[in-house]
């Protein structure tokens, strides 16, 4: 078993990043927090860490479905694909935390590269979450209602600029994302 040490903590981010109310996706980050893992710095047992978090707002009726996705040079390399929030209750800026771990497992060129990622999105909105006080938080595991897969192919030896995006499906809610740090562990 090999051990793994700290390459780099490529950002944190000490600024909020944009309030989203459109539906569609839309990087999540602030400018300052988007930064580049140099060519054939990620190998094979490369361990990538995010994590971040912020509030976020939706309606009972209508709250559509929210995402996060990971992208290294444009690529998704990681989504937790649709989560459903709360149908009971509206939620006001709530917290929320975001957490994903993801290990390569192939490098090369074009898109062979790829991780294999699971992850947490914790939140009051979430559907399942009690009606009534105490309301609590849930849990959601990443990919949401799905089999952990590996994500999509990226190209290792080139430069990537590290991207986390949201998605809402309709334009009902609003998603801020307050902090944001990204590590590398080989």
Not at 42 to 51: F, M
Not at 143 to 156: C, E, I, L, Q, R
Request: glycine content about 10%.
């Amino acid at each position: 078993m090999s051990k793994q040490t700290w390459v780099e903590t490529i950002i944190t981010s000490i600024a909020d990043g944009p309030t989203i109310t459109a539906a569609g996706a839309v990087t999540c980050l602030p400018a300052a927090a988007k930064q580049t893992i140099q060519a054939n710095v990620i190998q094979i047992g490369t361990e990538l860490r995010i994590k971040a978090s912020g509030r976020v707002s939706t309606v009972i009726t209508t709250p559509g479905t929210v995402r996060y996705d990971v992208r290294l040079g444009g690529n998704v390399v990681f989504d937790s694909l649709a989560i459903l929030p709360d149908t009971v209750a509206a939620h006001n800026t709530v917290g929320w935390v975001l957490d994903i771990q993801m290990i390569c497992r192939a490098v090369g060129s074009g898109t062979s590269a790829n991780f294999f990622g699971q992850g947490t999105w914790t939140c009051e909105d979430i559907l399942g979450v009690p009606a009534t006080a105490p309301k609590g938080v849930l849990t959601a595991i990443l990919p949401w209602n799905s089999a952990p897969a590996v994500g999509g192919g990226f190209d290792s030896t080139v430069t990537n600029l590290l991207d986390l995006f949201f998605t809402q499906t309709l334009g009902t809610g609003s998603m801020t994302l307050h902090n944001f740090s990204a590590q590398l562990w080989n």
